[in-house]
């Protein structure tokens, strides 16, 4: 046990649980932490900007089901680091977010760089714990089975450097998983549910992205189809059912939202299931039908809805005793749906002068694996994958919908691909997200991962732009160039395949998918699009 310190304790321990890969930037005060996780067998991945270590701690997390770990400095290395921990906590993943800190000696005092990392982290995070001698091994312990109970999401160690390089004088171990699980919905709430479904004559299933933790999809999709039920799901929950599914019925609050919340009018309830308000508002979308609601936690909702019954308790066991219900009939007609879908698809394929970014998106599904996973960043394109893009193999969309962080995409990809080294990933953003991450594609390039970087490049902030159309606003701050310059050959050491037509563009995604390293594939689109589907 000798020179064993508390850093090699916090390193031993996340290894024993799982954890492979922590990302972030070193400096002074976290050089003992990663050199303690190089030591556990544990790989520190270099970033440019700590902001990109918190989005890959949250992908790490959602991917492979083991806290990603995200390390950086005290100071602005941790308010860099903040952003994607944020993306964590709203996107419910598991992550661990590591902050270096002044010896204890200077935790009270104004010294260069310190400020109170446990009142910057304690709004975005579940917990938030500094380390002493003495509690080491509990805390880091307590930190990981609170990363991942339900709802998951990140939880924040702050360690002082003396503490990191003191002797430990604990030993690591996990927890044994506690016996207490989550409170089951009761039988009378379920047979109500049900009651209320054989009563109503279109009735509407709203499933949200939880249902991905509640390993009960086959029972959920047995349900749907029992009871003939018609879904709409949130962007988060794509491919929850596969959306080639005849009771498709599209996402709401994204591309064409009116013209799905104009077919949705007909329903006369709406059963909401694993529905998680941070995506969006039951209010912002909902026909003037009653709700149920069916989720470990009660429905979030303004006066404006009328909840008419809630099942709360644990999702897969209620979602496994629903599907074994006796089921009910609806007046839907499956000719009636399959022509609105069909409109749909027409409606977002809108002619136009050049390339269109829905023409790229066409050809990147055709291209790409139907299990390929996809990050998607946020912005104008954002709205039209929801509508477009159709997932058949559950969680291979990736795209943050509750904390919404432009720059997403990039670290996302990088992280989906470290958990997950076997699979496809692609990652598609646009030009305004590009450059707020492009730094990684030095990231990219060190580590080699085989993954194509899509740019929609139309030289706007397009979604604001048409929000500032909306509003009868001037542009203003929303054009990116206003004469694209020619595309460089590379960005830092990442070559970049750029295509300007359709045909072009099959034919790089093509060539960038059979790279043995990573490619940005630049595709040069128009977007006035955007102007018309967006809210239409």
């Avoid at 959602?62 to 308010?79: C, D």
């Avoid at 990652?427 to 085989?450: H, K, S, Y």
Wanted: proline share 7%; net charge negative; aromatic share 6%.
């Amino acid at each position: 046990m000798s020179g064993r310190t508390n850093a090699d304790l916090i390193a031993e321990t996340l290894h024993a649980a799982g954890v492979r890969y922590a990302a972030g930037i070193p400096s002074g005060q976290v050089l003992a932490i990663i050199q303690a996780i190089r030591k556990a067998g544990i790989e520190f991945v270099l970033v440019s900007h700590e902001g990109a270590a918190g989005f890959m701690a949250d992908v790490i997390g959602r991917v492979s089901g083991v806290p990603g770990v995200g390390v950086a400095t005290l100071g602005p290395g941790a308010t860099n680091l903040m952003t994607g921990i944020g993306n964590a906590f709203l996107d419910r993943s598991p992550a661990l977010a590591i902050t270096g800190q002044v010896p204890r000696a200077q935790l009270q005092r104004r010294v260069q760089m310190r400020v109170d990392h446990q009142a910057l982290f304690r709004p975005i995070t579940k917990a938030s714990y500094q380390l002493a001698p003495g509690s080491v091994a509990s805390c880091v312990q307590e930190a990981l089975a609170l990363a991942v109970a339900e709802p998951p999401g990140p939880v924040h160690l702050d360690l002082p450097e003396d503490v990191a390089t003191a002797p430990a004088d604990e030993c690591p171990h996990l927890a044994s998983p506690s016996a207490e699980g989550e409170e089951l919905a009761s039988e009378q709430d379920l047979e109500r549910i049900m009651e209320l479904l054989r009563c109503a004559k279109r009735p509407l299933a709203a499933l949200g992205f939880s249902l991905y933790r509640s390993g009960a999809l086959a029972d959920l999709r047995r349900f749907l189809e029992a009871n003939h039920l018609p879904f709409v799901t949130t962007n988060m929950a794509k491919g929850v059912v596969p959306e080639d599914h005849p009771l498709w019925l599209g996402v709401v609050g994204r591309a064409r939202r009116k013209t799905i919340e104009n077919y949705l009018a007909q329903a006369d309830l709406v059963v909401g299931i694993g529905y998680d308000p941070v995506e969006i508002g039951y209010e912002e979308w909902l026909p003037p039908a009653p709700l149920v609601h069916v989720d470990a936690e009660a429905a979030d909702v303004d006066g404006t809805v009328r909840v008419e019954h809630e099942a709360i308790g644990q999702l897969g066991d209620a979602l496994r005793r629903l599907a074994a219900m006796p089921a009910a009939t609806n007046d839907w007609n499956d000719d009636r749906m399959a022509e609105f879908r069909a409109h749909l698809e027409s409606s977002i394929r809108l002619p136009g002068d050049g390339f269109q970014p829905w023409q790229a998106l066409d050809i990147m599904r055709e291209v790409l694996p139907q299990d390929a996973i996809l990050t998607c960043d946020v912005g104008a394109h954002t709205h039209l994958v929801a509508t477009q893009w159709r997932v058949t193999a559950p969680e291979t969309l990736l795209v943050s919908n509750g904390w919404s962080s432009m720059g997403y995409a990039i670290p996302a990809a990088l992280g989906a691909k470290l958990a997950a080294p076997n699979r496809t990933v692609a990652a598609v953003m646009g030009d305004g997200c590009f450059l707020m991450m492009a730094g990684e594609m030095a990231t990219a390039a060190r580590l080699n991962l085989p993954i194509p970087f899509v740019v929609l490049n139309d030289s706007w902030l397009s979604l604001i732009k048409v929000k500032q159309e909306r509003k009868d606003y001037a542009y203003n701050g929303v054009e990116v160039t206003s004469r694209p310059p020619e595309p460089p050959r590379e960005y830092f050491g990442v070559p970049n395949f750029v295509a300007r037509t359709p045909a072009e563009f099959r034919v790089v995604l093509s060539k960038a998918l059979r790279a043995d390293g990573p490619t940005v594939v630049e595709a040069l689109v128009r977007p006035e699009i955007y102007s018309t589907i967006l809210y239409g």
